[in-house]
């Protein structure tokens, strides 16, 4: 029998022509390693092949991924390389095990007002300052969905932090996306702009806003969670490839079904559950007062501390 050449592109697989491989792409299943990770009906419903052919397509992506193994030993070594950017808050430092991390996706959810949007504000500053100051002597990448970035925000928080206000406003690059496609582009084309500023920081606030004003209905939910698992694996593959924090807000909406506790899940639910390496539950307190809590973090215990917005920023 002649030997098949290894698949690299998804049209390499069988019964993937180019219209079922744009589906593919167009639903986030862009590489053969998302092929071999799909269940049959799943495929077959996304690129209009029949079963029998998904799973035929989905055997080939499997013995064509390789398992990419790395010792722990390796892994301690890249650790090492991790950098932190401060909160502007000593308690909310500690609890995070010290400033929000690079190589990672941060999740902050709340409802409206509770503080996320100059949580992201603070951090487009502090990423700024050099390492030794809570910093990584870098710039800002601020992905604005809803049109709330102020400038004049970013001024007094820098005032504060001992940086040039005309500096730190040099150093933060605003992108507004007015839709789901937008927002998703840019994070697609950023590469070449993290290299050319240096950019250790990406805020996207919020990440899933124009999505939920976008995909309405139970129809669409399925669309739209594709979409957004798409979206926020890439911002997980730049924060590893360029080793920079992202930092990605989200509103919680009430849960009606839930009979204890604090009935409001974030939007996007499992998805982002998955996809972010840490989450922050960010609510009122009295006054200026915000209570964080550490809801899911791979090596800090869950936990609570009290932040107070101020006109210099987060403490
Ligand atoms: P949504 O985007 O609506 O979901 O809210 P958010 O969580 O992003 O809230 P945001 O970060 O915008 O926080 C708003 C809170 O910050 C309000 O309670 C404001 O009073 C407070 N705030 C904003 N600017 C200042 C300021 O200059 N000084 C002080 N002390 N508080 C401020
Ligand atoms: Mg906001």
């Given at each position: 029998?002649?030997?098949?050449?290894t698949?690299?592109?998804?049209?390499?697989?069988?019964?993937?022509?180019?219209?079922?491989?744009?589906?593919?792409?167009?639903?986030?299943?862009?590489?053969?390693?998302?092929?071999?990770?799909?269940?049959?009906?799943?495929?077959?419903?996304?690129?209009?092949?029949?079963q029998?052919?998904?799973?035929?397509a989905?055997?080939a992506?499997?013995?064509?991924?390789?398992?990419?193994?790395?010792?722990?030993?390796?892994?301690?070594?890249?650790r090492?390389?991790?950098?932190?950017?401060?909160?502007?808050?000593?308690?909310?430092?500690?609890?995070?095990?010290?400033?929000?991390?690079?190589?990672?996706?941060?999740?902050?959810?709340?409802?409206?007002?509770?503080?996320?949007?100059?949580?992201?504000?603070?951090?487009?500053?502090?990423?700024?300052?050099?390492?030794?100051?809570?910093?990584?002597?870098?710039?800002?990448?601020?992905?604005?969905?809803?049109?709330?970035?102020?400038?004049?925000?970013?001024?007094?928080?820098?005032?504060?932090?001992?940086?040039?206000?005309?500096?730190a406003?040099?150093?933060?690059?605003?992108?507004?996306?007015?839709?789901?496609?937008?927002?998703?582009?840019?994070?697609?084309?950023?590469?070449?702009?993290?290299?050319?500023?240096?950019?250790?920081?990406?805020?996207?606030?919020s990440?899933?806003?124009?999505?939920?004003?976008?995909?309405?209905?139970?129809?669409?939910?399925?669309?739209?969670?594709?979409?957004?698992?798409?979206?926020?694996?890439?911002?997980?593959?730049?924060?590893?490839?360029?080793?920079?924090?992202?930092?990605?807000?989200?509103?919680?909406?009430?849960?009606?079904?839930?009979?204890?506790?604090?009935?409001t899940?974030?939007?996007?639910?499992?998805?982002?559950?998955?996809?972010?390496?840490?989450?922050?539950?960010?609510?009122?307190?009295?006054?200026?007062?915000?209570?964080?809590?550490?809801?899911?973090?791979?090596?800090m215990?869950?936990?609570?501390?009290?932040?107070?917005?101020?006109?210099?920023?987060?403490?």
């Amino acid at each position: 029998m002649p030997k098949e050449k290894t698949p690299r592109e998804l049209e390499d697989l069988p019964g993937i022509g180019p219209t079922s491989a744009e589906k593919l792409r167009a639903a986030g299943i862009d590489t053969i390693e998302k092929v071999a990770a799909s269940f049959p009906a799943n495929l077959s419903d996304t690129c209009g092949i029949s079963q029998d052919a998904a799973k035929k397509a989905i055997e080939a992506a499997r013995e064509a991924t390789t398992i990419n193994y790395e010792t722990a030993k390796s892994i301690l070594k890249r650790r090492e390389d991790i950098g932190r950017i401060s909160t502007g808050s000593k308690d909310l430092d500690e609890l995070i095990g010290g400033g929000i991390e690079t190589d990672a996706v941060t999740e902050v959810y709340g409802r409206f007002a509770s503080g996320k949007t100059q949580l992201g504000f603070q951090l487009a500053v502090n990423v700024q300052l050099q390492r030794k100051e809570g910093g990584l002597g870098g710039a800002a990448l601020f992905l604005d969905t809803e049109g709330t970035f102020r400038p004049e925000r970013i001024v007094s928080i820098a005032k504060s932090a001992g940086i040039d206000p005309d500096t730190a406003v040099e150093n933060i690059v605003v992108v507004r996306a007015q839709n789901t496609d937008q927002q998703v582009l840019t994070i697609e084309r950023v590469d070449k702009l993290i290299q050319e500023k240096n950019i250790k920081l990406i805020i996207v606030d919020s990440l899933t806003s124009l999505f939920r004003a976008e995909f309405l209905g139970r129809g669409a939910l399925n669309e739209r969670q594709q979409k957004l698992n798409a979206h926020i694996h890439r911002l997980a593959l730049l924060a590893n490839k360029h080793n920079l924090a992202v930092f990605v807000t989200n509103q919680v909406m009430d849960n009606p079904g839930m009979l204890f506790g604090d009935p409001t899940t974030p939007i996007g639910g499992n998805v982002l559950a998955h996809a972010a390496t840490t989450m922050l539950y960010l609510r009122k307190g009295k006054e200026d007062k915000r209570i964080v809590r550490l809801v899911d973090s791979p090596n800090m215990p869950e936990g609570e501390c009290i932040i107070k917005i101020t006109t210099d920023g987060i403490r």
